[in-house]
């Protein structure tokens, strides 16, 4: 089970923020939340991953609630290549295999 | 090389025959996962690697599934007696677990596309 509930799909337009809205509500206070994508016929991307303060990197942003129930990844300005599928996981310590739900597909145009 | 490395690239093969697929993971990795893409569908966790642990083999589909790791680097799936189902890309990652016990970033091969027909 992959414990997070992610929209199906979204549209942004190129140049706007995208928030990547996910739901993971049974979290557990070790589970750290992780970001990946994957771009048509390509392996996955890992994003960003975080455990409670809202993180910043190169790619995008997430914003993790107060109580951890939900999290947003943002990308700040949306290009066409970020059209992807974006998966958001959660996963406890080391040891245990990182599983991909269904993911959000994100549309970006132009 | 810098990347993870898997072959064959494509594959077609009859129904029941058997089939290997290799990856080469990141020098100095220690986790190794496989999953599976089916077309138009999600990643389908196989099996998982981590250290000297036993695997975690939760997500083979049926014993015509296996996959061992070899001193710690190169890891093998082998699939017998093929079906038409079996039909997808078969994807590599590979991460460093981290000292703090996080799982690090998993960096994922070209994927082996298999065919069945």
């Known amino acids: 089970d992959a414990k997070t509930t992610q929209p199906t799909s979204m549209d942004c337009a190129e140049g706007r923020a995208a928030n990547l809205p996910c739901n993971h509500s049974?979290?557990?206070?070790?589970?750290?939340v992780y970001w990946y994508r994957q771009i048509h016929s390509q392996g996955p991307q890992y994003i960003i991953h975080?455990?409670?303060n809202n993180e910043t990197n190169e790619m995008a942003s997430l914003i993790i609630t107060e109580d951890r129930k939900s999290s947003t990844l943002i990308l700040p300005h949306a290009t066409l290549r970020d059209t992807a599928v974006y998966y958001c996981i959660v996963l406890a310590q080391a040891g245990t295999a990182l599983i991909f739900g269904k993911g959000t597909t994100l549309s970006v145009s132009s | 090389g810098a990347g993870v490395s898997q072959s064959p690239s494509n594959k077609v093969t009859e129904k029941g025959k058997d089939v290997e697929l290799r990856c080469d993971p990141i020098s100095g990795h220690t986790a190794l996962y496989w999953y599976r893409q089916s077309l138009g569908q999600g990643l389908e966790f196989l099996i998982y690697f981590q250290g000297n642990s036993a695997p975690d083999k939760s997500g083979l589909p049926s014993d015509r599934f296996s996959a061992e790791r070899t001193g710690g680097s190169v890891s093998t799936l082998t699939i017998q007696r093929t079906q038409q189902e079996d039909s997808a890309v078969y994807l590599c990652a590979s991460s460093l677990e981290e000292l703090a016990g996080v799982t690090g970033e998993l960096f994922f091969g070209e994927g082996s596309r298999l065919t069945v027909l």
């Open positions: 975080g455990l409670k």
């Open positions: 049974t979290i557990s206070g070790n589970e750290y």
